[in-house]
């Protein structure tokens, strides 16, 4: 069928950009002294999948994670998801859009003592909306667009476009070709992609650079006195607030709110409610050795 063979096709296009990536990416963590996990053997975890646990039990699959600390027999704290996504048609960008952003942002917030990076490699054919989407919510984006990937295969003598009308026949002739290309060939490939998108790259690169080597701006402490009032209108809460003596220093402490800030804006805050638990916290980051837990 006309569909199964486009489906395969696309796919072997798809997957093969996701993985070409991986090159870039190890070379980024061998120099900043970082663990890249990826799909493959690795004795820290069981099964070949990057999987991470959120704080509800749900295990989310990843493509990529950077590690401070990490190595292939110890898990390491996270400072970096990095998901990628082929599409070839607008309607299903939105969906992988919220596929994605939905496994990233529950770890995200479970390893919230980290803040770490998040970023998204995406290519093909994906709307603006979906590209805001991601952004919105503090993803970084890599988008190599349909376009330049027609261009770079036709370098190597392959039309690689597509669409629901292309026939059996071309979709087999266009994957029989790319089967028999040498791996010098595909190289040439990624290596245009990389100099069209030359802007977009070195732009990800440095905010993921930026990341993995902020440094602490400041630490913000507010204890927060006082005892809670509740009111049934808006009008009595109005005035409490008017009448409130600001001056009062003897009421309870309800909690210390800690605000972690670094030179690259990201900032972490927690709140506590007991001393110990606050001093506990800040030990973590003033010791260097605050491994989130991963199951």
Not at 9 to 28: D, M, S, V, Y
Not at 269 to 287: G, V
């Amino acid at each position: 069928m006309a569909e199964a063979k486009g489906h395969k096709f696309g796919q072997t296009l798809g997957e093969w950009c996701e993985q070409a990536i991986e090159p870039l990416l190890r070379e980024f963590a061998q120099r900043h002294g970082l663990y890249l996990d990826k799909s493959g053997h690795r004795p820290a975890r069981r099964g070949k999948k990057v999987k991470w646990v959120d704080d509800y039990g749900n295990a989310h699959d990843l493509d990529y994670v950077f590690e401070r600390g990490g190595t292939d027999d110890i898990i390491g704290t996270p400072v970096a998801f990095i998901e990628s996504a082929w599409r070839r048609y607008t309607k299903h960008s939105r969906n992988k859009a919220q596929e994605i952003q939905g496994a990233v942002l529950p770890l995200r917030d479970r390893h919230y003592r980290s803040a770490p990076f998040m970023g998204c490699f995406l290519v093909g054919v994906h709307t603006a909306g979906a590209l805001e989407q991601l952004q919105s919510l503090g993803f970084h984006l890599l988008y190599f667009e349909y376009s330049t990937i027609i261009d770079a295969f036709k370098l190597v003598g392959i039309d690689a476009s597509f669409g629901e009308t292309t026939s059996d026949a071309e979709f087999s002739k266009k994957q029989k070709k790319w089967q028999r290309l040498t791996a010098k060939k595909r190289a040439e490939v990624w290596n245009s992609l990389l100099e069209t998108n030359r802007d977009a790259v070195s732009k990800f690169m440095a905010a993921l650079e930026s990341a993995v080597k902020r440094k602490l701006s400041a630490v913000r402490i507010i204890p927060l006195h006082g005892n809670a009032r509740e009111y049934l209108s808006i009008a009595d809460a109005i005035t409490f607030v008017r009448d409130y003596n600001e001056a009062d220093e003897l009421a309870k402490l309800l909690r210390y709110e800690i605000q972690i800030r670094y030179d690259n804006d990201d900032r972490i805050d927690a709140q506590f409610q007991d001393r110990n638990a606050a001093i506990q916290f800040l030990e973590h980051y003033h010791s260097g050795n605050w491994m989130p837990v991963r199951e």
